[in-house]
Nanobody
Framework: QVQLVESGGGLVQAGGSLRLSCAASGLTVSSNTMGWFRQAPGKEREFVAL????????YYADSVKGRFTISRDSAKNAVYLQMNSLKPEDTAVYYC????????????????WGQGTQVTVSS
């Protein structure tokens, strides 16, 4: 059974930082493209970042580029999202997702999802 479990969310002031973790079981993060998505109340789930399984190449939404960094730790079978210079508009539930192989920035491209972790950025 594939399971993705996010952690690290919380409340932070604007300009602060958080690191989200995604612990994976039932799949190997280095053999899957791993993505982070977020969803704010009343809004569509949107792409945040991904790291490809094939090369480890990172790709970011324009809204977070330069502020967020996605990474993976094969030894721990985990994926991380380092979030710096946080803004109130970053407030959302953040989800870890996985797909087998190829590149994708759409939620419907992904096969497996975590339950999400809340990130709230205050002004």
């Amino acid at each position: 059974q594939v399971q993705l479990v996010e952690s690290g969310g919380g409340l932070v002031q604007a300009g602060g930082s958080l690191r989200l973790s995604c612990a994976a079981s039932g799949l190997t993060v280095s053999s899957n493209t791993m993505g982070w998505f977020r969803q704010a109340p009343g809004k569509e789930r949107e792409f945040v970042a991904l790291i490809t399984w094939s090369s480890g190449r990172e790709y970011y939404a324009d809204s977070v580029k330069g502020r967020f960094t996605i990474s993976r730790d094969s030894a721990k079978n985990a994926v991380y999202l380092q979030m710096n210079s946080l803004k109130p508009e970053d407030t959302a539930v953040y989800y870890c997702a996985a797909r087998d192989g190829v590149f994708g920035t759409r939620a419907r491209d992904y096969d497996f999802w975590g339950q999400g972790t809340q990130v709230t950025v205050s002004s």
